[in-house]
């Protein structure tokens, strides 16, 4: 006897994956908020002053990014994640507003990011574990737990940073934002938003500052120079075989310690290009975690080494001449022309420290090159889509060669404009490098 088949309807062979389609549903919504997360948190890192706090929010940024990209990975083996990566608006809007504006104070923004919206990520997490079958989607849990732990972490890492930050007001403004929605997963009863509910981001539109906040340590236009009397990194001490190397180490690690520099541009970039690929900015940030760790080298070497960091006068140059010009532009100096470029230099810079026998500066300096090598992958990679994100159709080569021919203009135009912080009897220069170095 035949046995008749039926082919089956729409509405049946969704109720039959339903349960599936309930977690994927909140795994995507996951998904869009760690990306959002991602793409606005790092507006704080060139705002608030405190490099400690910078490397803190790189680091929490790029777990972030992971976050999003196990998610969208385990997303994708189950039914309904769907193909694009887009946010949806009510999750950007509550994250677009988060970020404020030119004039917020930073410490309150940041409390607002760690005091509003992680908790409410972190409880969007505890509940897909309550939620979800710890058998049937083992794979998920496994995820979500460890981004617990995560999460749990990142708010015990930015306390001691929150101390005396009165956000109340800045709080309960996002609070009802997000109540609207019912928390990210909409777990929660929804409170509508109230009538008299004004947007900020519709009254003043947040844009970059004209320069990027150090805090309470000293600023200058550049480190780099030719005067030993006025600058730490004296250009022709670097090749100079006559240079100690104790001198060459001393200066290098002044360099990678401005790479601050290259945090605070390159962290610009990440909310100017809303439709970016999710992969773009998962490496973006992979490479802005790169640069604090690079920065942390010198930061945390140069005590160690005898210098008073006090001394030490931060570049303000790169962020302030690149935050002129737009994002595709930024990334390509810094992938195509400071990358790219800074290899021969320092090569020989690495021979001459090896002189020292001093392995954990070989190993930074290993690293650091190992890291910058794959920032110019990324540069070949992403610098083409980026550009078509800004309508820019010229050939590549073709546009990096006209942005360094802009890049000398806007450098004589909103560079050397920083003075020094310090007179140089205080400041930290190539004698006075000489001098902590024990050379003649
Ligand atoms: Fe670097
Ligand atoms: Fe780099």
């Known amino acids: 006897m035949a046995t008749t088949t039926s082919t089956p309807t729409p509405s049946a062979t969704s109720g039959r994956m339903a349960a599936v389609n309930e977690m994927t549903r909140l795994l995507r919504l996951l998904f869009e908020v760690e990306r959002e997360f991602l793409r606005t948190v790092t507006t704080l890192v060139y705002r608030v002053g405190e490099p400690e706090l910078k490397y803190l ?6 777990e972030s990014a992971g976050h999003a990209r196990f998610i969208r990975e385990r997303g994708r083996e189950l039914s ?46 505890r509940h897909y574990l309550k939620v979800t079958d710890h058998l049937a989607d083992w794979p998920s849990k ?18 001691p940073y929150l101390q005396g930050v009165d956000a109340r007001e800045w709080n309960l403004h996002l609070t009802q934002a997000l109540d609207d929605l019912g928390g990210w997963l909409g777990q929660e009863t929804r409170l509508p938003l109230a009538a008299g509910y004004v947007w900020q981001q519709q009254v003043k539109p947040y844009a970059h ?47 990678l310690m401005m790479e601050m520099d290259a945090i605070d ?23 802005l975690w790169d640069e604090s760790r690079h920065s942390q080298f010198g ?36 992938t195509m022309e400071f990358e790219a470029g800074s290899f021969p230099t320092k090569a020989h810079v690495m021979d001459r420290v090896r002189e020292l026998s001093d392995f954990e500066a070989d190993t930074l300096l290993a690293f650091d090159r190992n890291d910058e090598q794959n920032h110019v992958r990324y540069g070949h990679r992403w610098l083409p889509e980026m550009m078509a994100l800004f309508g820019e159709a010229r050939p590549t080569e073709e546009f990096v060669k006209a942005t360094q021919a802009k890049f000398k203009d806007f450098a004589a135009r909103f560079g050397g404009l920083t003075p020094h912080s310090l007179p140089k009897e205080k400041r930290l220069t190539g004698e006075k490098i000489r001098r902590i170095a024990g050379a003649n």
């Open 80 to 125: 309904g994640f769907g193909t694009g990566e887009e946010v949806r608006a009510s999750i950007r809007r509550v994250f677009v507003e988060a970020v404020g504006h030119a004039q917020s104070n930073p410490l309150v923004i940041t409390a607002g990011f760690y005091t509003v919206l992680k908790p409410a990520l972190l409880a969007a997490y």
């Open 299 to 334: 930061f945390r070497q140069l005590p160690k080494l005898g210098v008073d960091l006090m001394t030490v006068e931060h570049s303000l140059d790169l962020y302030n001449i690149l935050i002129q010009m737009p994002a595709h532009e930024r990334y390509a100096l810094m």
């Open 265 to 287: 541009y390159l962290a610009t970039v990440f909310i100017d290009t809303p439709a970016a690929p999710f992969d773009l900015h998962h490496d973006l940030a992979r490479h």
């Open 209 to 255: 500052p004209a320069t990027c906040n150090r805090g309470k340590y000293p600023v200058c236009s550049s480190v780099f120079g030719f005067d030993p009397t006025e600058d730490p990194i004296v250009r022709p001490w670097l090749t100079d075989p006559q240079t100690d190397a104790r001198v060459i180490r001393l200066m290098v690690y002044v360099w």
């Open 57 to 62: 929010i790189c680091q929490h940024a790029w």
């Open 142 to 159: 496994k995820l979500v737990e460890e981004f617990i732990a995560d999460e749990e972490r990142h708010l015990r890492e930015i306390t």
